[in-house]
């Protein structure tokens, strides 16, 4: 425990860690407020904006609050009316509120594609005609209607948080233990009473902590931030009901897909995926900086080891030679993680066979497997995008055994990852 807190306060203590934090904390803040000073609502012919704003819608859908009815769509047009007119600037009906747009997209003839390409709202069509009727007579699910916005910011924040926290995790755990062999005290190190054993544990621990700990702090401040401004309404609503990017609900598979699911069930599913996504990231960044003899090249090593899988996936189709090799990268790196297991073998020519088998043997698994599962997704890039729900969701109606599977596999690459350089960084003290 003395060493882990020695580790731990080493590696916070460190001024590019402090004001890493400090930026991206003002950052995330900065995000988050876009949201509140960027709401409009237009109530009785009073414009709000800002966090009056969103008080003001919260304040309205609470008397309509509950499962809808064509009764209830009926009073808000009534009420409110349709929102009129268009912002070229921000391709959005002015004259809105959270209320009449919800009923325009969903329940009316009044479309917005974009500011040449628009009709307001004339007339209202009985929920039971509508998509989002459909769905919820198809599904047996209660079509409900709620504030339910501020999700879809706790997503979008918690998605930037993430992107800035893999950033800083990277920066923070590349010296853990590059430092040392930059330096040359490595030597020294290992000649102390504990530093063969317990020292790389601890730091191990300590930098496992550090990516743990930054995905908690995004995740409450998140949390919190979303509960002050917007609340939590809205998790027995439809996925695609709240989040902005799907306007429509998919009546694939009979409506019975990730666009109806409940908005806690992708929740649910997001928060672990980040979770993942950031730990992978820390055990990655542990793993580089045991191989790598600078903080510069462990941190090259591990933004490579997450960039290019994506820029691959940029370069493809679907079915596309690109697509193959970016879902088979992601298995490259555990056969060379597991090559410091080699080692120990005398024999130069056994050592080059086992090393070429550890190697080549997930790729040929990858390779056989690459229409069945998708090992990309394991990676913390692709587990911290939000629009991954709608693709899994895909994958998992036609085999169900895939978002669990993918989990696990992401699971095993952070438990890879961390045994290997510890295994590794033990080895460079026998060699």
């Not at 425990?1 to 803040?29: G, P």
């Not at 590349?174 to 317990?198: C, D, H, M, W």
């Given at each position: 425990?003395?060493l882990y807190k020695?580790?731990?306060y080493k590696i916070?203590s460190k001024?590019l860690?402090?004001f890493s934090?400090?930026?991206?904390l003002?950052i995330?803040?900065?995000?988050?407020?876009?949201f509140?000073?960027?709401?409009e609502?237009t109530?009785n012919g009073?414009?709000?904006?800002?966090?009056?704003?969103?008080?003001?819608d919260?304040e309205i859908?609470?008397?309509f609050?509950?499962?809808l009815?064509?009764?209830k769509?009926?009073?808000i047009?009534?009420k409110?009316?349709?929102p009129?007119?268009?912002?070229e600037?921000?391709?959005?009906?002015l004259?809105?509120?959270y209320?009449?747009?919800?009923?325009?997209?969903g329940?009316?003839?009044?479309y917005y594609h974009d500011?040449?390409?628009?009709?307001?709202?004339?007339?209202?069509?009985?929920i039971a005609?509508?998509d989002l009727?459909?769905?919820?007579?198809?599904?047996?699910?209660?079509?409900l209607?709620?504030y339910s916005?501020?999700?879809q910011?706790?997503t979008e924040?918690?998605?930037?948080g993430?992107?800035?926290?893999?950033?800083?995790i990277?920066l923070?755990?590349a010296?853990?233990?590059?430092?040392?062999?930059?330096?040359?005290t490595?030597?020294?190190?290992?000649?102390?009473?504990e530093?063969k054993t317990?020292?790389?544990i601890?730091?191990?621990?300590?930098?496992m902590?550090?990516?743990i700990?930054?995905?908690?702090?995004?995740v409450?401040?998140?949390?919190v931030?979303?509960?002050?401004?917007f609340g939590l309404?809205?998790?027995n609503c439809?996925y695609s009901?709240?989040?902005?990017?799907i306007k429509?609900?998919s009546?694939?598979?009979?409506?019975?897909?990730?666009s109806t699911?409940?908005m806690?069930d992708?929740?649910?599913?997001y928060?672990?995926?980040c979770?993942l996504?950031?730990t992978e990231?820390?055990?990655a960044s542990?793993?580089?900086?045991?191989?790598?003899k600078?903080?510069?090249?462990?941190v090259?090593a591990?933004a490579?080891s997450?960039?290019?899988?994506l820029?691959?996936f940029?370069?493809s189709?679907?079915r596309?030679?690109f697509?193959?090799?970016?879902?088979?990268f992601?298995l490259?790196?555990?056969?060379?993680?597991l090559?410091?297991f080699?080692?120990?073998?005398?024999?130069?020519?056994?050592?080059f066979?086992?090393k070429t088998?550890?190697?080549?043997f997930?790729?040929?698994?990858g390779?056989l497997?690459?229409?069945?599962?998708?090992?990309y997704?394991a990676?913390?890039?692709?587990?911290?995008m939000?629009?991954m729900?709608?693709?899994?969701?895909i994958?998992?109606?036609?085999?169900p055994?895939?978002?669990?599977?993918v989990?696990?596999?992401?699971?095993?690459l952070s438990v890879?990852?961390?045994?290997?350089?510890w295994?590794?960084?033990?080895f460079l003290y026998?060699s």
């Amino acid at each position: 425990m003395r060493l882990y807190k020695m580790e731990l306060y080493k590696i916070c203590s460190k001024k590019l860690f402090i004001f890493s934090v400090l930026a991206s904390l003002a950052i995330l803040l900065l995000f988050f407020w876009s949201f509140v000073i960027g709401a409009e609502s237009t109530v009785n012919g009073v414009t709000y904006t800002g966090y009056q704003a969103v008080q003001m819608d919260r304040e309205i859908t609470q008397e309509f609050k509950g499962a809808l009815t064509d009764q209830k769509v009926a009073q808000i047009i009534e009420k409110y009316g349709f929102p009129y007119g268009v912002s070229e600037d921000y391709n959005v009906f002015l004259y809105r509120n959270y209320l009449n747009n919800f009923v325009m997209h969903g329940f009316s003839d009044g479309y917005y594609h974009d500011w040449e390409d628009y009709h307001v709202g004339t007339c209202t069509y009985p929920i039971a005609g509508t998509d989002l009727g459909k769905a919820g007579a198809a599904t047996g699910k209660t079509l409900l209607l709620e504030y339910s916005y501020g999700w879809q910011v706790f997503t979008e924040v918690l998605q930037i948080g993430c992107v800035l926290g893999m950033a800083l995790i990277v920066l923070t755990l590349a010296p853990v233990f590059s430092e040392e062999s930059y330096i040359n005290t490595r030597q020294i190190l290992f000649t102390t009473k504990e530093g063969k054993t317990g020292d790389v544990i601890a730091r191990i621990a300590a930098g496992m902590t550090i990516a743990i700990g930054v995905y908690a702090v995004v995740v409450i401040l998140d949390f919190v931030l979303v509960w002050g401004v917007f609340g939590l309404d809205g998790l027995n609503c439809f996925y695609s009901q709240v989040m902005d990017e799907i306007k429509w609900i998919s009546d694939w598979n009979n409506y019975h897909n990730a666009s109806t699911d409940y908005m806690r069930d992708f929740i649910g599913y997001y928060v672990f995926a980040c979770f993942l996504g950031m730990t992978e990231t820390g055990a990655a960044s542990l793993y580089f900086s045991a191989h790598c003899k600078s903080s510069f090249q462990s941190v090259i090593a591990t933004a490579m080891s997450l960039l290019v899988p994506l820029l691959l996936f940029m370069l493809s189709d679907i079915r596309g030679v690109f697509f193959y090799m970016c879902n088979m990268f992601v298995l490259i790196l555990p056969g060379i993680a597991l090559m410091c297991f080699v080692s120990g073998i005398a024999n130069k020519v056994f050592s080059f066979i086992v090393k070429t088998v550890c190697c080549m043997f997930p790729v040929v698994v990858g390779y056989l497997l690459r229409r069945r599962f998708m090992f990309y997704t394991a990676l913390p890039v692709w587990l911290i995008m939000r629009n991954m729900y709608s693709n899994m969701g895909i994958w998992r109606s036609l085999y169900p055994w895939m978002q669990p599977a993918v989990f696990c596999f992401a699971a095993a690459l952070s438990v890879i990852f961390i045994v290997c350089s510890w295994k590794k960084y033990r080895f460079l003290y026998s060699s």
